[in-house]
Every structure is written in structure tokens, then in C-alpha cells.
């Protein structure tokens, strides 16, 4: 049964407020007359345009602006029966923007179609190619029945797609032929109850989501020095740590939302000196939210800090003994089965906006496993611009896709740099938002970048190993192994079934869905094995 879903709902991985009317800066709609050089027409402006964030935000005085989001609804189209699009956008201006996903109103509603973009790029006035946008990423999110997703903020949405700084943009979304959904719905969202393609056969396409729109995401501009994009990883030390497993993490059953540390008086608000070329330490007054995030590492790091070093097999041992207190045997605090631990770049490191997510920390009572995804945002990235993609994945979940956070608890990037995601602690068991059915009692590991048919470099594999060496081995768990989980319900397994899952598995293997694509899922078995060495096994 598992096979014959998996190869037929084929689906692919890759994140409420009052949106203020603001018409894009600059734009003028005099252009819908303009022809570029190339003879394709300038891009008209859309001054139906929302905007959520920070207005203006290429115009402030800070340097590390939070940011802000476009929000553009899908139309009929009524000119476009060669390519069979029934919904989108004609060439238009807008603010910059680098990132685009579209949203719509249920997040329990696939869409069933294509959805292909063309950008503008804001530095030669080029247009893209035409591109296609992952259209299934709902099977990220929150577990069916957890507070988060029963927040009514929770969207449908495709996965984001990094374009890099844009100024125009067209978009184009082509219906899959009629499978089966019922007659009374909606064709094309627009609550006519009409197919409003104007095109011959419009009767014939399948139902599209309601109420869908195009995000259009800005990051917010780096500070000085981001641009550097920081070292490439330094060496991990490659002393083996052997010994037995050390007793699981304490804690309650379940979940638990605990409300966001205090940052102690007088604590520096100096980052971690940053290894050579490494991004430099993000500057200003630390607002509350910041505080407490940064703080929910206090025990590896001081406040403010923009990277967690590295440390020695010896040093990790060590540090695991004082975070589980005397919880442990002499032998397990004399040899644990835990992994160096890495380096990770801090969410102050990436330039976290900590006014988007929820105030509270959400926690589960142990990480038994670790999910490996791909963001499929596409792998037109430089390591240098993975801060910025970040911040806009953590803006497109939160502000687009309504949930509390980023969805993963880690990102890994293509030269291999390790990113705390979800905030509240990386030695701590945070739940996230990445493997809908499965995200309790265990971790969310994304590889920025989409690995269907590219294989990831060396560099992150071997990233994606270390983490979960470490992370894994704070909860004794052998990368190994099998382990029990319990369903939270999904299309692979009902909830409340216990699945034997594979220790590292990816997500693949808890929902039928084709990510982390399958470049990266055939990496999973030398990430064990490298994983386990790690760890000294």
C-alpha cells in the first residue's frame, strides 16, 4: 500500500494579519505602454499590492532592515490559451523582492496544477526564462492536531522559490486535468462558481485552492559584511568519541510551551569571536525577543552570540556531562556515544526579525530522530546569500504560511555551514514544523537547495552527518538504528500508529512526498554511517 502511494501521490518537500493597501513604490502605470529593449513589455504596476513588514525598508537608516512581503492575487487570465493557464499575473513592477511562493487560504488543500514564474532581475532589467515553482509543500507544517495548526493562521502554499533581487515579475498557473473533485467547486478560486479562464475547455481542469495569491519576499538587506557570506566550515576535530550511551534528555511527555527565557543582567551582548571570515557580529540594542532567543543557548554561548564553535570530541563530552547535571553514570560521563559538535550559525548570525515568530518556545520531551528535507527553493544560490534566504524562508512560514516559526529546526547550506532554525535552544528538544505527522520527538534538518535530480555537494552531506552526530548523541540515540515513533497523522500512516523509522530517515519516509529529493535521500546511508563514526560506534 505504501508503494502505491508513494508512486501516485508523488509529492514534494521543500513555512494573520491585517495586510495594510500600499501601492509599489516607484512604479508608475504609464509603463504598461513601455517596450524593453528586447521587445518583451515592461512590466505593468499592480497598485493592488499589500504589503506586510517593514514599508520602505530599502530606505531605513539600520543597515539589517527586517524586511517585508507583497502580497498580489491571482487573476483569470483571459489571453493565454497556448500555454493553458487559467490564473496569475501579467508583467508587472513591484518593490524588490527575492523570494516568491504562491498562498492560498486552506492549508489542507493541495494544488493540483503547475505554477511557472518569470522574474525581472532588479540590477541588468532582464527577464527570466520561465520557471517552474513546487507546487506541493503542505506536507510541511504542524501535526494535523497541534495548537499550531489549529491557530486559523495556518495557509496551503507551494514551496519558495529564490530568484535573487528582483523588480518585476509574471506568473502563470496551469490546472491538471479533471481528477475526480467535485463539480460544485470553485474551478479557479474566485467564488464564482464559473470557470473564469475564458478559454475553451475551462470545464475540463481541476479545481484550484480558493483565495490564491502571489508572496513576494524581501528579505531585508544584510549588514555590512554579510556579503562575505562567512568561512567555509573550519575542520571538524576528528577525535573519535567512544563509550556508552548516555541516558535520554529529561523532561515531560508530550509537548510543553515554555515561555521564553529572561536574558540575565549584565550578561555581554558581545557575539562569540566569529572563526576567520565568518559573517561579522550583527550590531544595536537587542530587543526582548532577541534576548530570549539568543539566551535559550546561554549554556553553550554568551548573549548575543553570532556562531556556536565548534568543540573537541573531549570539550562536547564534557559540556555533555554539565548539561545533563548528574543524571549520568561515571561511565556514561567519562564516554558518551556523541559526536563533536559543530559549529552553528546562531539565529542573531542569520538576522533573525524575532517580532515574526510566537513569544513562547514550544518543546517536546526527547529528539529520537532526525528528518532530513531540501527547502526546493531552487540552487541558484550563492553560500554568501544563504543568511538572506533564510531570513526569507523564516518571513514566507511565518507571515505567509502563518505558522509560529521556521518550520525546520536546523538548515544546512551547499558549502556546508549548519544554521540554527526554529527558535529555543539547539542543544534543546524544540519542536518544529517539517514533517507534518512526525514532528514530536524529533528534529527537522533542511539542505537549502532542491536535490530531485542535482546531488548535494560533499560539503553538506558531511554537515548533515556531524549535526546529527551531535544532536542525536545529546539523546543517545545510534544514527544507526530504528526507533519507535507515533504517528500524528499523515498519508503514509494513520494517527496514532507507532512506525519503526530509521534513527536518520528523510522525509519521504514519514509522509509520501519525493523530498529530500531523491539525490539527497540516496546520501542518507553515508550520513549514517559517517554519522555513527562520528559518534565513535
Not at 17 to 28: H, K, N, R, V
Not at 433 to 445: E, V
Request: aromatic share 4%; charged share 20%.
Amino acid at each position: 500500500m505504501r508503494g502505491i502511494l508513494a508512486s501516485s501521490i508523488g509529492v514534494t518537500c521543500a513555512a494573520a494579519l491585517a495586510l495594510p493597501l500600499a501601492p509599489p513604490a516607484a512604479a508608475s502605470v504609464s509603463s504598461v505602454s513601455s517596450v524593453s529593449s528586447a521587445g518583451t513589455p515592461a512590466p505593468v504596476a499592480d497598485v493592488a499590492t499589500r504589503t506586510v513588514g517593514t514599508a520602505g525598508a530599502r530606505t531605513g537608516a539600520r543597515a539589517d532592515v527586517p524586511g517585508s512581503t507583497q502580497s498580489l492575487p491571482l487573476r483569470p487570465l483571459t489571453r493565454d490559451r497556448a500555454s493553458g493557464a487559467v490564473l496569475g499575473l501579467t508583467p508587472r513592477t513591484v518593490r524588490t523582492f527575492s523570494l516568491l511562493g504562491v498562498v492560498w487560504e486552506d492549508p489542507s488543500v493541495d494544488l493540483h496544477g503547475r505554477v511557472q514564474v518569470r522574474t525581472r532581475a532588479a540590477s541588468t532589467g532582464d527577464w527570466t526564462d520561465w520557471q517552474d515553482v513546487e507546487t506541493h509543500y503542505t506536507q510541511h507544517g504542524a501535526d494535523p492536531d497541534s495548537s499550531e495548526a489549529a491557530s486559523g493562521k495556518a495557509r496551503g502554499a507551494t514551496a519558495p522559490l529564490w530568484v535573487g533581487e528582483s523588480d518585476g515579475v509574471e506568473v502563470r498557473v496551469l490546472p491538471e486535468p479533471d481528477a475526480g473533485e467535485p463539480e460544485d467547486v470553485d474551478p479557479v478560486g474566485t467564488g464564482s462558481g464559473e470557470g473564469a479562464s475564458g478559454g475553451e475547455g475551462a470545464g475540463e481542469v481541476s479545481t484550484l485552492p480558493a483565495g490564491m495569491r502571489l508572496d513576494l519576499v524581501d528579505p531585508g538587506e544584510a549588514e555590512p559584511g554579510e556579503s562575505a557570506g562567512g568561512a567555509e566550515p573550519q575542520a571538524e576535530p576528528g577525535e573519535s568519541a567512544g563509550g556508552a550511551e548516555p541516558q535520554a534528555e529529561p523532561g515531560e511527555s508530550g509537548e510543553s510551551g515554555a515561555p521564553e527565557p529572561q536574558a540575565e543582567p549584565g550578561e555581554s551582548a558581545e557575539g562569540a569571536e566569529p572563526a576567520e571570515g565568518a559573517e561579522v557580529p550583527r550590531t544595536g540594542v537587542m530587543t526582548a525577543a532577541a534576548k530570549a532567543a539568543s539566551a535559550a543557548n546561554s549554556a553553550l554561548v554568551p548573549l548575543g552570540a553570532t556562531q556556536i564553535p565548534s568543540l573537541t570530541a573531549e570539550e562536547t563530552r564534557e559540556e555533555l556531562v554539565a548539561l545533563r547535571g548528574t543524571g549520568l553514570t561515571e561511565q556514561q560521563q567519562a564516554k558518551p556515544y556523541i559526536g563533536p559538535r559543530p559549529s552553528i550559525v546562531t539565529r542573531r548570525g542569520w538576522g533573525a526579525d524575532e517580532s515574526l515568530r510566537e513569544k513562547s518556545f514550544v518543546y517536546t520531551s526527547k529528539v529520537k530522530a532526525a528528518f532530513v528535507h531540501h527547502t526546493a527553493s531552487g540552487n541558484s544560490y550563492s553560500c554568501s546569500q544563504a543568511p538572506s534566504l533564510i531570513r526569507g524562508f523564516y518571513r514566507y512560514h511565518t507571515k505567509s504560511l502563518g505558522w509560529r516559526d521556521i518550520g525546520y529546526n536546523f538548515l544546512v547550506d551547499k558549502c556546508g555551514r549548519i544554521y540554527e532554525g526554529r527558535a529555543g535552544g539547539v542543544a534543546k528538544p524544540v519542536k518544529g514544523a517539517h514533517t507534518m505527522g512526525f514532528n514530536s520527538k524529533t528534529t527537522g534538518i533542511a539542505v537549502i537547495g532542491s536535490y530531485g535530480s542535482k546531488k548535494p555537494s560533499s560539503k553538506a552531506v558531511k554537515a548533515v552527518a556531524r549535526l546529527t552526530a551531535w544532536k542525536l548523541g545529546l539523546h543517545g540515540m545510534n544514527p544507526k538504528k530504528k526507533t519507535s515513533l507515533t504517528s500524528g497523522g499523515g498519508n503514509l500512516y494513520a494517527k496514532g500508529k507507532k512506525v519503526k523509522m530509521k534513527v536518520i530517515s528523510g522525509h519521504r519516509d514519514g509522509f509520501n512526498t519525493s523530498c529530500p529529493g531523491g539525490k539527497l535521500h540516496k546520501k542518507l546511508g553515508s550520513v549514517r554511517s559517517k554519522a555513527a563514526g562520528y559518534q565513535g560506534r
